[in-house]
């Protein structure tokens, strides 16, 4: 197979992934680095969100000048820090001047090497595991936290749909739709770290790969059926950035690599 000039084979899209990047003026110089490193290794760059520490124009700023560089696009989905300071919408500003594309309960699609790569991309909510689940039931402020993650599984749904024809689809998130990718964080606050109520759109439509970060203790793989699911957790992957190809797309069935 012979490859294009960017390094790219033919039907493939390489696609750097990293969640918890957790910007801040402190580690200014190491995302630079670690943006820079990416330069001819990936297509498309996918942030599992906690772009930040607490939400900061400022800290939401340091990703965007490390990101300037890069010539592949960048989506991304904000995460629970990034909300913290309720100034979601100066961050989100700031990262979209850069040329971050922030999904937010949104599908968008890029073309790659001629073909069209589909993301649906959501923060998601807590709401717990088989076990753990929090009832939609009793007090209306639990039952509009229920109704939150609600509005995920919808928004989730309907991306998917949305996506249906590309040739790549991938579900990007920041808190995770299944348990497998917790294992190591205590038992007791997987509720607070996801729910499989997010499972279940992806078990429908089956999208080839499903990101998700929040759980720095977690682990990195794990499934929803056949659907790969990876924790890329910067503290979980142990690198700045994990490089997912996924390859035969120009036939039916695609593999990930
Ligand atoms: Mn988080």
């Known amino acids: 197979m012979t490859q294009a000039t960017d390094g790219r084979v033919p039907g493939t899209v390489r696609i750097a992934a990293a969640g918890d990047v957790h910007c801040h003026e402190g580690n200014r110089e190491a995302a630079r680095r670690a943006f820079a490193g990416l330069d001819g290794r990936a297509d498309l760059v996918l942030l599992a969100g906690d772009l930040t520490t607490h939400g900061e124009p400022e800290q939401a700023a340091v990703l965007a000048d490390a990101c300037s560089e890069l010539s592949v696009p960048v989506f991304a989905v904000l995460g629970n820090h990034?909300?913290?300071a309720e100034r979601q919408d100066e961050v989100v500003a700031v990262l979209e001047g850069a040329g971050?594309?922030?999904?937010?309960?949104?599908?968008?699609?890029c073309t790659i090497g001629g073909l069209e790569i589909g993301i649906v991309g959501a923060k998601g909510f807590v709401?717990?595991?088989?076990?753990?689940?929090?009832?939609?039931?009793?007090?209306a402020l639990l039952r509009e936290v229920y109704a939150e993650t609600t509005r995920d599984v919808e928004a989730l749904a309907s991306g998917l749909r949305e996506i249906a024809h590309c040739a790549a689809r991938v579900v990007l998130l920041h808190y995770a739709p299944?348990?497998?990718?917790?294992?190591?964080?205590?038992?007791?606050?997987?509720?607070m770290l996801g729910t499989d109520r997010l499972a279940a759109p992806i078990a429908e439509h089956e999208p080839d790969l499903v990101l998700h970060g929040h759980a720095h203790a977690g682990t990195f793989q794990g499934a929803i059926g056949s659907v790969p699911v990876f924790n890329v957790s910067v503290p979980v992957m142990e690198r700045d950035f994990w490089i997912f190809e996924i390859a035969d797309l120009e036939r039916a069935g695609a593999h990930l690599h």
């Open 82 to 84: 990034d909300v913290h």
């Open 100 to 109: 971050i594309h922030v999904l937010d309960r949104t599908a968008a699609t």
């Open 127 to 139: 709401g717990g595991f088989p076990g753990s689940h929090l009832p939609d039931f009793g007090e």
């Open 178 to 191: 299944v348990s497998a990718t917790l294992e190591g964080e205590p038992p007791g606050i997987w509720t």
